[in-house]
């Protein structure tokens, strides 16, 4: 009876927090989708973003937090992590990425997220109020990349959320429980590649090592492929006949999860890293009719065209990586965004590993370092994984009417010594508090 009390009192607690009302008086306000505006104040109420402007009278009850010389930005999103999912990826008791089997549309990763992960902590200290959480191929903890025991390999691993990075249980967290479905496309292995990154986030890569062929994985290759659009073909199959109400019709839980992109309402995530693939899904893409989000290519290459055409968006991983393959130039991943860029297709930054989220605003950086422009390369990790998630309408800038998912710096985000002062997110303010800082605080007043 006591816990039952406590419980009902917590969730007070936190419904009374997020409805407080707090303006952020005299700060400098970047919006991202508009010029900078000097010396004006943030009003939040009910969890959103009710007034900007430089004459807001705080009323009674309105917390105000001073922030002269301070900046508000719209707080960060990462669109390519495991957050929530995968705890300790040696520790396999702590992962919850996916399980086993080729075609696992009906898994939802929001319902498998721990909101007491000590990731959200670490990341929300760095400005990251939502990120994308993916279910992987991981096989729930034991394997990576697609690549299973008998040689399975999986294809469709389930539903993409974007969440939250605070909350008390993952309804608290949602943003967007079916934001994407994962694709894991495969391809053909070539020389070398990166080192360092998340398989549970890369292609199906094929290899032709080992005393295999070419011929011999390029007809793997099409098998794969054939596997693939039988699953389609049957998903759509399904789709005629419960629309048709048959006798005998029988729901399907896989297929039931593939009605949302069949009718494009929900876009298909592919993991595809270089041009030969990218251009092989966007073909698949328009045989099957589906929306596509291209992620973590290594290189665009000629398929740079064919996504601008398309209008496809891509997720870029981490800048700070290795060279693709041995032959490749030394700034290969730097220079990736520009090419992005300057190509005209729409792109947003991914860390593709739950150990780099907290770089997240570092690789966008390092992107300007290497002839991004700022306010590009800041679009990037706000407004445009915003929209491309499908959610431009409640994040990813300071406007009016949008959720207060914001945070207060004393300088520029993308510089290593700025700190974040203040983060809300939903207009609740988090504590700036994780291990890292307990522990600090632990011993550093040891005597």
Not at 289 to 306: D, F
Request: aromatic letters at 8%; one cysteine or more.
């Amino acid at each position: 009876m006591k816990l039952a009390v406590i419980l009902l009192a917590c969730a007070a607690a936190a419904g009374a927090a997020s409805g407080e009302s707090i303006l952020i008086h005299n700060a400098d306000v970047y919006p991202v989708v508009g010029a900078p505006m000097k010396g004006v104040s943030v009003l939040i109420q009910d969890g959103k973003i009710a007034d900007i402007g430089a004459k807001i009278v705080a009323g009674k009850g309105v917390r105000v937090v001073e922030a002269k010389g301070l900046r508000v930005y719209p707080g960060m999103l990462d669109s390519g992590t495991e957050l929530g999912l995968s705890e300790i990826s040696a520790v396999r008791v702590t992962v919850d990425t996916g399980e086993l089997g080729e075609f696992m549309p009906q898994l939802k990763a929001i319902v498998a997220v721990n909101p007491d992960s000590e990731h959200f902590g670490v990341v929300r200290v760095n400005g990251i109020t939502s990120v994308m959480t993916f279910p992987s191929s991981g096989g729930g903890g034991g394997g990576g990349g697609g690549r299973f025991g008998g040689g399975e390999r999986q294809m469709i691993s389930g539903e993409a959320a974007l969440i939250h990075t605070d909350g008390w249980t993952w309804e608290d967290m949602e943003i967007n429980r079916s934001a994407a479905m994962h694709l894991i496309f495969p391809a053909i292995a070539g020389r070398g590649g990166r080192g360092g990154g998340n398989p549970d986030f890369g292609p199906q890569l094929i290899s032709t090592t080992a005393g295999g062929t070419y011929t011999q994985a390029r007809r793997t290759y099409e098998e794969q492929i054939a596997k693939l659009t039988d699953f389609f073909d049957d998903a759509r199959k399904y789709q005629k006949a419960r629309a048709a109400n048959l006798p005998g019709f029988v729901r399907d839980l896989k297929f039931e999860a593939m009605l949302p992109v069949l009718d494009r309402k929900v876009p298909v995530a592919v993991s595809a890293s270089r041009p030969s693939a990218i251009h092989d899904a966007i073909a698949f893409a328009e045989k099957q009719n589906i929306r596509i989000v291209v992620l973590q290519p290594h290189e665009l290459g000629s398929a740079a065209a064919e996504l601008k055409a398309r209008n496809i968006p891509v997720i870029l991983g981490r800048v700070l990586a290795l060279p693709e393959t041995e032959d490749s130039p030394y700034d290969e991943a730097f220079t990736l965004p520009l090419e992005a860029y300057k190509a005209g297709v729409k792109f947003a930054f991914g860390t593709f590993d739950n150990e780099f989220v907290r770089n997240l605003p570092y690789q966008a950086a390092t992107a300007v370092a290497f002839g991004l422009p700022y306010d590009e390369a800041l679009k990037a990790i706000t407004i445009n994984p915003a929209e491309i998630w499908g959610a431009g309408d409640k994040i990813g800038s300071v406007e009016k009417g949008k959720l207060a998912d914001l945070m207060v710096t004393d300088g520029d985000p993308l510089e290593i010594q700025t700190q974040v002062k203040h983060l809300y997110i939903r207009g609740k303010e988090v504590p700036l508090t994780n291990k890292q800082t307990r522990l600090y605080e632990k011993y550093s007043s040891r005597q």
